[in-house]
């Protein structure tokens, strides 16, 4: 009986591990912040919860994206990058972020000379995920 009562509490510490380190295992978006006028960025957040992850993943995904190269009139304001990390490989896919004037919208370009600008609701949710504010002030 003393060992199914020691056995329960050390089953849910197990389960409670195994669910942290399956959020810290796989993917995460590192973001950076533009600071100063230059173009110079520095570490500003790392987002791992899942959800997050994979909401502004699909946010990037189902943009509609143009090839085309475009000169911004200044620099990025952020820049990010989703790590995901396969069993025998890691991918990194790199971005640079945007907030338009009137502070609705945002554009990312990418290094491989694409370009999109969300729409209002999909920068909202990407910008709050991104930097865990509210993109309109």
Known sequence: ???????????????VTSGCLNEMVGQKITVQKRI?????FE???EVHQKKQVEKAKDI????KWENKKVEMARYADYQFQFQFKNSSENKIASYLLWVTPNGENLEIVTDSDRYVKLTKQDSANLYEILTGEELIK
């Open 1 to 15: 009986m003393k060992k199914i009562i020691l056995f329960f509490p050390l089953l849910a510490v197990m389960l």
């Open 43 to 45: 570490d500003f957040k």
């Open 60 to 63: 990037v995904e189902n943009a």
């Open 36 to 40: 100063g006028e230059e173009n110079i």
